[in-house]
């Protein structure tokens, strides 16, 4: 059996969706009933665990299980972001020690290695870090920067516009979230790796920048697109005037920074290089409704 956290999110749903086209036992873990019932209908065991926080119903989700797919959607809104990611990932660790689960293949990101300048990435390196103490054996899928993140500025290029808080040449690993779930699923598959951690950093089917994205747009659209350079320290008012909380926006600064200077970037270092096969153009037919 298959454990998949955020079976109803972006990477989760496609994790699951292969797993059980293959004919696979699969547990997925919802925070709401009624939004597993899709899953259940196919077959799926539907557990509601509305945290990850919860270390006892965390801990009996995965009892009996192979493998689990584990990611933390980030709560955005915390006025402490990194101290609440460390503690649901001791939970994390502990129910995985608790239930005795096999292997664990944790959404991470990019620059995990690093230990400062990566802004909310620093989450997913405590998270690397603390499973590493754990009994299971490991894989950390290292996404680089979702496609999906330009969706909150697709609006703007109804103006003719592409806001972006990247400089216009600044090519980077993207990659679509689609792809991120297929690899995922494709370790769960494989199985635990023979070492105690296999590292695999995930990029898109090409590297792309703020001005091949506008590119791409336009093509979409019909239409020539202005990129909308703004500067770093736009950063924290925009992303709180949008809710987030200031502690959040400043870390996010502090991500945009390390694209820019080169710390935000894959390790090497023997771990292994994988690209996906979604192209950008596709995604992002898909955010504008014009897949």
Request: aromatic residues 6%.
């Amino acid at each position: 059996m298959f454990v998949i956290a955020g079976a109803t999110g972006n990477t989760g749903s496609v994790v699951a969706d292969t797993l059980l086209a293959q004919g696979k036992k699969v547990r997925v873990l919802v925070r709401d009933a009624a939004k597993g019932e899709a899953f259940r209908k196919r077959g799926a065991d539907v557990f509601v665990l509305p945290s990850l926080d919860d270390e006892a119903g965390l801990t009996r989700a995965l009892t009996g299980a192979e493998a689990a797919y584990i990611l933390s959607p980030p709560d955005v809104a915390s006025s402490s972001f990194l101290a609440d990611r460390r503690k649901t990932f001791d939970v994390v660790k502990r129910a995985v020690d608790a239930s005795g689960v096999g292997h664990v293949v944790l959404l991470s990101s990019i620059a995990a290695h690093r230990d400062h300048g990566t802004g909310p990435i620093l989450s997913v390196a405590y998270a690397e870090r603390v499973l590493r103490e754990t009994k299971a054996k490991l894989t950390f899928v290292r996404a680089s920067y979702f496609l999906e993140n330009w969706a909150p500025v697709l609006a703007a290029t109804a103006d003719g516009k592409l806001p972006t808080f990247l400089p216009a040449d600044l090519t980077i690993p993207m990659v679509a979230t689609k792809d991120i779930g297929l690899v995922a699923a494709k370790a769960l598959l494989e199985g635990p790796p023979s070492a105690k951690v296999d590292i695999i950093e995930l990029a898109g089917a090409e590297d792309e920048s703020p001005r091949t994205i506008a590119a791409h747009l336009s093509t979409i659209l019909g239409k020539p697109l202005e990129l909308d350079v703004a500067p770093l320290d736009a950063v924290v008012p925009v992303f709180t005037s949008f809710g987030v909380s200031v502690d959040a926006a400043s870390l996010f600064r502090e991500m945009y920074a390390g694209l820019q200077n080169g710390t935000v970037a894959f390790e090497g270092n023997g771990a292994r290089f994988v690209r996906g096969s979604t192209g950008a153009e596709a995604v992002l037919r898909g955010l504008l409704g014009k897949g």
